[in-house]
């Protein structure tokens, strides 16, 4: 397996309700008090970094794929975004809130807002960073109440598809052998 | 000495409840508390009081979130408004239910009066007199039962009364008439205040957040000074007022060799028949036939508290462990009417021999055998339930048998009439007690369990830290049943309270906590209120007095914090209501009320800062009066 493979949120279309559950999850996640009551009474902006969208009757929330040959890590000029070997990152210190990402990201998944740097209020890019600190993972997916986001590895998608066609395979072969021994 | 498990012990302070919970899941039952768990995360949105389903045009939700999302609804209503709307449904919705309490108990009055009832009796013909005289219904050569039809008639008309003042609104202290009258938040009937909440929170109606919330607080006020103080007055009329008595609490009063019968909700109208069925000679003799030594009625939740504090009934426990009642598979029947009760009852009684009844034909559960109760029938109704429960008893099976040796002894029964008896004849001394700081004031610690508080913890940890600070705690509801299980309703109970409480309740031998009734007989802290103010001839805002809800959970808990803060009265929150969303609203019910009705909420969840608050402001009251700090 190549040396940078990292995991990404995947979504099954059929379970999302669009009830913003996960909005709701990652914006509290990521504030400092980590509730959101705390956050309230605390006057903590609430800043979600998915975003659920509705097409063509199907609801799904979005955010950033944590692309392995990122744009907005090639077009970043201060360095600010990087990538580490499980997600693309930026760093809030180095942003200047530019917006060169926000231009090139195919997925429309970052955005500037008010982020808080030690005590200071500045702007900068964010963007789904996996909850990578979170002890239990990514909020959304805990938060979601059907279940409908999961935190995939490639391979984990690969090995699905490799046995679902191999199964359709195999039944396509049984068929063929049925077939043949009739006249 | 059993151990149990920390998810356990983190779930509740009470024994009995840890020991039937460790029982609950060695057996594969599930309670309230595995719900709650498998409900987490709950909804944000929802939280924060930012949902609207009002029309067809949502459901719509505002952005909380900085920057980015809808703001406003589909109507345009932004996130002060839609919070506001909805504080006022539930306070339409809680008053709607202590009222239509109060409204069962002045029909059954009224049927009493005329002769049609079964079962029932004038029993407190002082009390009858005394509203009476204060309705100016005539007394003189009249019989007790043409004196109760007239009152029932004016505690009816109250209900359909579409001008004017509610009858009740009278006994507050003048200024604070005169202030409901400027802001015109007096209530004027007490069907008219829920009908125009409704209305107002109806899409395209009143879109000004002060304006939806000041309605909200006539239509408390509705409750506190009109339902609920007909249920508190009328019952007393009908079933006595309450008198100190000594009773026990907790599932170990359920018995291993009796028929054991819970009585569970709210109204005293079928609870009070089922005791005196209890008693019949026939029923007895029946329970013997099967091998019973008797038959034990007990209560839960405050119907509980109804027959606890006038029969000496013992309550098996508060809300959160009716599920645990029948899980110890020695209740023959738990006998329901409205509020509070579980829908997961009748699953669990399937698991065992137990019979839920349902009696009101307005609340009827799934698994549940209904038994349809109706005043007219009383007593025969009430002895047909009771020998159901008696025939049960032959299916009880030993080996499900499983009570927890845990019970507490406690004194309860304190009504206004009952205090003023203790105190010697008046509230003197009591206002002599707080002006020589003796004691520093007075609390109200009431409401509701809920699984998002420790069970008990936040309860039993505020009264205890109000009374060691020499404040006196009355109570009600599912507070006075937890403050019963540790012993704070027994006169022994104020070695844990400071000297000067302490001090008192020695010299008058009553418990530092007084267990002043049911959730409608918060009304009997209003009237307490009213009557130390007028005998100061202060607002009921100036006084050293406060109220808490640890752990509430219901609508009923928000119409009655929203009437005591309207009468003037700091009102402390264990519990985020949903209205952070909202922050005008929020704004103005934690400061800005203060200035407007001279009462405000304060929200805390952990008890002893809660205890600092109501502190804090007691001295501040009591600095206002002029007495020592």
Redo the contacts between chains.
């Keep these: 397996m190549s040396e940078i493979s990292g995991p990404f949120l995947m979504v099954n279309l059929e379970r999302c309700e669009g009830c913003h559950t996960c909005e709701m999850a990652c914006a509290i996640a990521h504030t400092r008090s980590g509730t959101l009551f705390g956050a309230v009474l605390g006057s903590e902006a609430l800043f979600p970094r998915n975003r659920v969208i509705k097409i063509a009757e199907v609801r799904l929330p979005t955010q950033c794929r944590q692309c392995e040959d990122a744009p907005c890590v090639k077009v970043c000029p201060t360095g600010a975004t990087f990538r580490t070997k499980t997600y693309t990152a930026v760093n809030p210190n180095l942003c200047i809130a530019c917006k060169l990402c926000m231009m090139v990201c195919p997925f429309g998944a970052i955005q500037t807002t008010n982020v808080q740097v030690g005590e200071r209020t500045k702007r900068a890019a964010v963007k789904c960073d996996l909850c990578i600190d979170r002890p239990g993972g990514p909020a959304c997916v805990e938060a979601c109440p059907t279940k409908a986001i999961t935190l995939t590895q490639p391979i984990e998608v690969m090995e699905a598809a490799i046995h679902a066609s191999s199964e359709r395979y195999l039944e396509a072969v049984k068929a063929q052998a049925t077939l043949a021994k009739q006249p | 000495m059993t151990t149990y498990s920390q998810k356990i012990l983190d779930k509740s302070i009470d024994p009995a409840t840890h020991e039937m919970l460790d029982h609950a899941q060695k057996t594969g039952m599930t309670t309230v508390w595995d719900r709650f768990e498998a409900m987490q995360?709950q909804?944000?949105?929802g939280?924060?009081g930012l949902c609207c389903r009002n029309c067809a045009m949502g459901p719509c939700?505002i952005s909380?979130?900085?920057?980015?999302?809808p703001k406003q609804g589909v109507c345009g209503a932004t996130a002060d408004i839609i919070v506001a709307r909805f504080l006022v449904r539930m306070i339409a919705a809680g008053a709607s239910a202590h009222s239509d309490h109060g409204r069962d108990i002045a029909h059954t009055l009224l049927l009493t009066a005329q002769g049609k009832a079964s079962g029932y009796q004038v029993k407190d013909e002082k009390k009858l007199d005394a509203l009476a005289a204060e309705f100016a219904i005539a007394i003189e050569g009249r019989t007790k039962e043409e004196i109760a039809e007239d009152v029932a008639k004016l505690a009816y008309s109250q209900f359909g009364q579409q001008e004017g003042a509610l009858q009740f609104t009278h006994r507050a202290p003048e200024k604070r008439q005169a202030l409901w009258n400027s802001l015109n938040i007096t209530p004027r009937g007490i069907d008219r205040e829920v009908v125009e909440s409704m209305h107002r929170t109806h899409i395209g109606v009143d879109n000004d957040p002060v304006n939806l919330i000041l309605h909200g607080l006539r239509t408390s006020l509705s409750d506190g000074w009109g339902g609920s103080m007909i249920a508190t007055e009328l019952s007393d009329v009908l079933f006595g007022t309450p008198t100190p008595k000594r009773s026990a609490v907790n599932l170990g009063v359920l018995k291993t060799d009796e028929v054991n019968i819970i009585v569970h909700g709210h109204e005293p109208t079928l609870s009070e028949l089922i005791v005196a069925a209890s008693q019949d000679p026939e029923l007895l003799a029946l329970a013997k036939k099967y091998g019973a030594k008797g038959i034990n009625v007990t209560g839960i939740c405050c119907t509980g508290n109804e027959v606890l504090m006038r029969q000496g009934i013992p309550s098996v426990g508060n809300f959160l462990q009716q599920e645990l009642a029948i899980m110890t598979g020695a209740v023959e029947a738990m006998i329901v009417d409205v509020q509070c009760i579980l829908p997961s009852l009748g699953a669990i009684a399937g698991c065992f021999h137990t019979k839920l009844i349902s009696t009101s034909p307005k609340a009827k559960f799934p698994g549940a055998t209904h038994m349809e109760f109706h005043e007219e029938h009383g007593n025969e109704i009430a002895k047909d339930i009771v020998r159901s429960a008696v025939e049960n008893y032959r299916f009880r099976k030993p080996g499900q048998v499983h009570i927890p040796d845990v019970k507490m002894e406690c004194m309860v029964g304190f009504s206004v009439e009952a205090i003023v008896a203790a105190l010697g004849g008046s509230l003197t001394p009591l206002i002599e007690a707080i002006a020589k700081k003796q004691i520093r004031g007075i609390a109200a610690v009431v409401g509701c369990n809920n699984p998002r508080v420790k069970h008990d913890y936040g309860h039993v940890t505020l009264v205890k830290e109000l009374i060691k600070r020499d404040i006196l705690v009355v109570t009600t509801g599912c507070n006075a049943i937890a403050c019963a299980k540790v012993g704070l309703l027994l006169p022994e109970g104020a070695e844990m309270a400071g000297e000067g409480l302490k001090g008192l309740c020695k010299a008058l031998g009553i418990p530092p906590v007084l267990h002043m009734g049911s959730c409608v007989d918060n009304s009997r802290i209003l009237v307490t209120c009213a009557a130390v103010a007028n005998a100061l001839g202060v607002d009921i805002s100036d006084l050293p007095v406060a109220a808490a809800a640890p752990e509430w959970m219901s609508e009923k808990a928000v119409s009655i914090g929203t009437y005591a803060v309207a009468s003037g009265v700091y009102t402390v929150l264990g519990v985020?209501p949903p209205v952070?969303?909202g922050p005008a609203v929020t704004d103005l019910l934690v400061k800005g009320a203060e200035g407007v009705v001279g009462g405000k909420f304060g929200v805390e969840s952990d008890p002893f800062k809660a205890a600092d608050l109501i502190e804090a402001h007691i001295t501040a009251k009591r600095v206002g009066l002029g007495l020592p700090a």
Aim: proline share 12%; glycine share 18%; charged share 25%.
């Design positions: 995360p909804c944000g949105f939280e924060l939700r909380p979130f900085d920057e980015v999302g985020v952070l969303g």
